[in-house]
């Protein structure tokens, strides 16, 4: 199935400048947005913490849960919907067998016994916290590191930091996104992170190696002719695996529940931006390197 006609020959590189450019812009926004906000919304995986779920059998005000928690000490919970009659409830106090037991006598003694059922009560300490935070990027810069190489040693060091410098342009602005909408920043997102980072890159290598088949054929063409070349024939293959991966994940989205939520939302972002860079980032990238390799031999001369 063609979603391009062949023979399209859009003017991707003649168009790299406006697409950087709209790209440093998000990036800005980006960073902008974690710095506005003092940082991410660290979930309690990062932050530390307890967190409890609980499940209402009719609709329960924020204010009426958080003044709940007010009258046993605990001053700083912070409320979150999760779905129908169902909520979040975040502190920063250790949640010891004593505070659980207050904890659930406060509940009943507000709503009623049997008219809510607490689900879930989890605590991590802070030093798991900052342990889960180091391993957390340690696993994203571990995966750059392994693309570079990889793409590396199969192609050009070019191509290889072309990918890379894609992949942080996705990661940055997909966390720029979910900085913006301050949404919670769990271990979902980390592995929805790792996830967006190895749907980009397959998507960069088919680019790369159709680039690499091309100028094998036709060595009398500059590069810039044959990466707007190679990825105009690669577009059709593109945008129908991202459509289809969109498409599942708006579903999973919608109807997948409030636990999925966030992940999906977060590859939906990545998914978009990880195609936008294979088309317009990484190969501009090579062509750029390309570039200034060529300006730095003629000063030689």
Avoid: C
């Amino acid at each position: 199935m063609e979603f391009i006609k062949p023979g399209t020959n859009f003017d991707f590189v003649g168009k790299r400048k406006i697409a950087i450019g709209i790209s440093i812009v998000l990036i800005i926004i980006s960073i902008l947005s974690v710095v506005m906000h003092k940082g991410l919304n660290f979930g309690i995986d990062f932050a530390g913490g307890t967190i409890i779920q609980v499940k209402f059998t009719k609709t329960t005000g924020a204010d009426v849960i958080r003044k709940t928690f007010q009258n046993i000490k605990i001053d700083d919970a912070i409320i979150q919907e999760i779905g129908q009659n169902e909520v979040i409830v975040r502190t920063n106090q250790p949640m010891t067998k004593e505070l659980q037991t207050k904890v659930e006598e406060a509940m009943n003694g507000q709503f009623g016994t049997g008219n809510f059922e607490i689900r879930r009560i989890e605590f991590v300490g802070p030093k798991v916290g900052k342990d889960l935070t180091n391993k957390a990027i340690l696993a994203i810069v571990f995966a750059w590191i392994g693309m570079l190489i990889y793409i590396a040693w199969r192609f050009e060091f070019r191509y290889g930091l072309g990918a890379i410098i894609a992949l942080i342009h996705d990661t940055i602005i997909t966390i720029g996104v979910l900085s913006l909408l301050n949404k919670e920043f769990t271990l979902v997102i980390v592995a929805a992170l790792l996830t967006i980072i190895g749907y980009s890159i397959n998507d960069t290598i088919v680019v790369f190696d159709r680039i690499r088949e091309n100028r094998k054929k036709d060595l009398k063409k500059s590069l810039a002719e044959i990466i707007n070349s190679s990825v105009n024939e690669t577009l059709s293959r593109t945008i129908l695996t991202a459509l289809t991966v969109f498409f599942v994940l708006l579903a999973l989205f919608f109807l997948g529940g409030p636990v999925i939520h966030d992940f999906a939302f977060a590859l939906l972002i990545g998914i978009v931006v990880g195609t936008y860079s294979s088309i317009f980032i990484a190969s501009p990238i090579v062509l750029s390197f390309e570039n200034l390799q060529l300006s730095k031999t003629k000063g030689k001369k």
